[in-house]
């Protein structure tokens, strides 16, 4: 086990080194100065010129990503042009804002997802099948940016239920320690920072949550559907064991490694921020940083962010692995072997 | 007799003066609630370039002079009273006295040093923890501060200056307290610590920013308690925001947001002309737009109350010189060209060109206020050109690109715009029209060159006093409007919505003003 992940960690330094030659070329080839971009109209070709030199873009390309992988081997992701703050801060402080509501959005995506999928299956072609089936195919085409707004309108604007935007009342006295707003009021007792953030959470999770709920759901359906039709799931039910164990324990069980490589997947897109959704629901968090970014052709952040995602996709695929060996007793046999 | 003479008095004077019937008195405390487009980038002004970043900053920060609450005409802030040397060479600003930055640290000339030698000299201790990124609009021509005494500074210019006290009430030429600059050094802008009316207090990235009122302030204090500036990246979102009455305040919303918000009794919307300017600039260094009566012909082609309406929705006015009537020196006296397809067709006749001709039409591809699409602008006028047998071909470019080749004149007629951030005359005349910036890189996208214009530019540039630099301008404008190297297309107008329990909202040509004045009802 250690043997496999350290070979995985191993593997993530050529796979940091491939993505960053990849970014730094694509954003050097996308037309447009980023001196013109930063200044805009309003500024005199010199103070161009005198950007560029600062920004160090007036060296060959090679040397610019040298310079650039010197300084990342140091830990320093390099200053953001925008902010002339450290890439690295501006990313952390966002990426916490991003965890906090892509954890919940999984939770819930997860949690409806499974259950509609084992329901679908177990009651195949019933009402609550193709009730939850069309709802998960309008789950997926749904634009989120309609989906969103609509929410809002109902909850906020209408019904007056839940709070439009941000992640806490505007103005109440919150002080990080971890940056994870619901964390941090448990850790301080303070309940009505605590109550106000999870009520600030449930429109953008649930926006949030629809798509890969929708793809759960349909992902457990056929999963379970296949394993259903296993030899092993009669014989099962014949010795006498309930329905609900067979259906928890052997058969979910069974079918679970798919539904958790969707759910791995969909949670290591989450974590690169949702712009959208950030968007929508002024949410401060990565996916928004990177959009901003772009478009202002931050270079070192958009570097930063896109090697940022590339840890975090190799981080979740390996909990994925190491959660298929506890799930398949076949994989720990070949693991060792 | 003298009951009934009291009587009409009173009713007299409520006709006269409405207010008095129906004024109210301030209120104090409160939070105002402000939602707008984006977070700011640095607080520390001097390094800003966004119109977020301004916003947060001029809350806390102070200048030396300020523009007006709603005009563009300077006062003084931070600086009492100034004279310019008869050489025109160096500036003496008298301080005001009793002055404290929030940190507690006293204001004065070596306040004022500090704060502008970290911009202009480039060994200054701390010039290196800054991106001074727009110095030819702010200290530019600022070439040493000398401290008098306490309260006594003095500006010395390479060249004889007059939009200098102007370009001194920007944004970019706060006054940071001396302190906190070497305490903070690069973080200055997280933590920014001025003399103005409120303190900065918290700042969460992406989300909101809060000052509070500062008790010490020097000046009339705040009525309000504090300000929340909020980030609502989604126009939609931030208009809903303020039907909720989540935000008390909701900038830069679109048409029909405004629209709807202009017939709800619970918001209040004041619009006020901008300093900005829309154009089309046509290369005179190219064969075709060489020909005076081509430019002339084409401008008679160009319905700009049509892109007026249809583009800005009502939201501007259109432009016949090359700044806005809210700037002085503006000249009124010049008659627009009209739109006359006749007319264009006699001038292209004239010109040489009977069948019209082929040229190519840049459109910028970005959305400025004083160009909200400029893709459908560039497609009406490409309609507009047709007309008159001009067939042009919409050319785009990314931004970077666009201005890139724009500088260089690699385009034939290509729309851009200009915000006059310290509105004088100069900064359009001269920073856009004079031969000076003609060359590539220009600012000058025309390239335009005319020795009468710019003498006269030249001149008033030396010149002190609006009363004598505004007659030169005036000529300046009647020698634009003769040669028309632009089409100058339109002035936007800016618009502030805000719920109806506020008073005293201000608001500026430029859209950025301190809410020090501002108040809220229970």
Known sequence: MTQFISRRLFHLIFILIGVSILVFLMLRLIPGDPAHLLLGEFASPQDVARIREQLGLDGSYPFQYWIYLKNLFGGDMGISIRSNLPVSQEIFDRFLATVELSVVAMFISSFIGIMAGVISSVRKYSIFDYGSMVMALAGISMPIFWLGLMLMYLFAVKLGVLPMMGRFTMGMDYHPITGLVTLDSLFKGDMVLFLNSLKHLILPAFTLATIPMAIIARMTRSSMLEVMSKDYIRTARAKGLSYHRVIFQHALKNAFLPILTVIGLNFGLLLGGAVLTETIFSWPGLGRYVVDSLLARDYPAVQGCILFFAVIMVIVNLIVDILYFYLDPRLRIDGKG | ?522
């Open chain 2, 1 to 522: 007799m003298k009951r009934l003479f009291w009587f009409f008095s009173i009713l007299a004077a409520m006709v006269v003066f409405p207010s008095l019937l129906f004024a109210q008195t301030p209120v104090k405390g409160g939070t105002l609630t402000w939602g707008r487009g984006g977070d700011s980038v640095t607080l520390d002004l001097a390094q800003a370039t966004d119109g977020e970043s301004i916003k947060g900053g001029i809350q806390v920060l102070e200048n030396l002079v300020m523009f007006k609450k709603d005009s563009m005409n300077v006062e003084p802030q931070l600086a009492t009273s100034w004279s310019v040397s008869n050489d025109g060479l160096v500036w003496t600003f008298k301080l005001r006295r009793g002055v404290k930055f929030h940190d507690g640290t006293p204001f004065n000339a070596n306040a004022v040093k500090v704060s502008f030698d970290r911009v202009i000299d480039k060994n200054h201790p701390f010039h290196k923890y800054g991106t001074w990124r727009y110095p030819a609009l702010g200290l530019g021509p600022v070439k040493e501060v000398r401290v008098i005494d306490d309260f006594t500074v003095a500006l010395r210019t390479e060249k004889p200056y007059a939009p200098l006290v102007a370009n001194l009430a920007l944004w970019l030429c706060p006054i940071l307290s001396p302190a906190a600059i070497e305490k903070y050094k690069g973080d200055i802008g997280r933590n920014p610590v001025g003399t103005g009316p409120f303190k900065f207090v918290k700042w969460i990235k992406d989300d909101q920013i809060i000052v509070e009122r500062n008790e010490e302030y020097w000046g009339q204090k705040p009525h309000l308690d504090r300000i929340i500036l909020k980030a609502i990246p989604e126009v939609s979102a931030r208009f809903m925001a303020l039907q909720t009455g989540a935000v008390d305040i909701a900038d830069d919303l679109d048409p029909d947001s405004i629209q709807m918000a202009k017939g709800n009794p619970n918001f209040k919307v004041i619009e006020q002309p901008s300093v900005n300017v829309g154009y089309l600039a046509m290369n005179t260094k190219k064969p075709v737009l060489s020909n005076k009566l081509v430019r002339q012909a084409i401008s008679h082609s160009i319905d700009k109350q049509t892109i007026i309406k249809t583009i800005f929705r009502g939201l501007a006015i259109p432009a016949k010189s090359p700044f806005a009537p809210s700037i002085w020196g503006y000249n009124y006296k010049i008659m627009d060209y009209d739109y006359n397809v006749q007319k264009a067709k006699e001038l292209l006749a004239g010109a040489g060109y009977p069948k019209g001709f082929d040229i190519e039409l840049w459109a910028m591809p970005v959305s400025r206020g004083y160009m909200p699409e400029p893709v459908k602008t560039a497609e009406l006028i490409q309609g507009y050109l047709a007309a008159v047998g001009i067939n042009a071909k919409i050319v785009r470019h990314e931004w970077g690109v666009y201005l890139d080749k724009t500088m260089k004149g690699e385009h034939d007629l290509c729309m851009l715009g200009w915000l006059g951030g310290n509105a004088d005359p100069d900064n359009f005349l001269y920073g856009l029209l004079h031969s000076d910036n003609s060359k590539p890189p220009a600012a000058n996208i025309a390239f335009w060159q005319n020795p009468e214009f710019d003498r006269l530019v030249k001149e008033a540039q030396g010149l002190f006093g609006k009363e004598k630099r505004a007659p030169l301008y005036l000529k300046a404008q009647e020698i634009f409007h003769e040669e028309v190297p632009w089409v100058p297309l339109a002035h936007s107008t800016i618009v502030r919505i805000y719920n109806k329990k506020l008073h005293d909202v201000p608001l500026r040509p430029n859209g950025l003003n301190s809410f020090q004045m501002i108040w809220k009802e229970k």
